[in-house]
């Protein structure tokens, strides 16, 4: 089995790799392309086999985080795995996103909150005062009632 030859048939299809791809989803594309590479390649296996090399690339540089810093540590900090360096192009694909999130942060908020009708001591007034109160004959109070 020649895996730098399937290397190279994965890399010229990009949609079975790169998540920017337009048809990255499209199931129907990955098995066109999964068909073609099967044909050029003359395997059962092409998919499988892909998804462990790209596995093995993905947890490759795990093994370099405890390393030793200074002079000593450069040698080892080059991965040794045969091919490490083809599949180099899948760099991108496993780097970490920046996350996007629809809720504001927090400080966008603040000036929301100053404008609300309710001051801020009449808040803390609301917050720190005693849920349940015992009055002058003893009955427990559980704060205002309202009588309509």
């Not at 010229?12 to 390649?41: C, G, T």
Request: charged share 30%.
């Amino acid at each position: 089995m020649d895996i730098e030859k399937l290397i190279l048939l994965v890399f010229e299809r990009k949609p079975l790799w790169d998540v920017k791809s337009k048809s990255y989803h499209n199931r129907d594309v990955a098995r066109k392309l999964w068909r073609e590479i099967a044909e050029e390649y003359t395997c059962e296996g092409c998919k499988a086999n892909w998804q462990n090399l790209r596995d093995n690339f993905r947890r490759e540089p795990a093994k370099f985080l405890n390393t030793p810093t200074g002079s000593a540590a450069l040698d080892d900090t080059i991965s040794l795995w045969k091919y490490y360096k083809q599949l180099w192009f899948l760099v991108d694909v496993f780097s970490s996103r920046k996350m996007q999130t629809n809720i504001p942060p927090v400080s966008s908020q603040l000036p929301e909150l100053a404008d609300a009708d309710i001051s801020t001591q009449a808040l803390e007034d609301e917050i720190m005062a005693p849920a349940n109160t015992i009055d002058t004959d003893g009955y427990i109070n559980n704060g205002p009632v309202d009588t309509q």
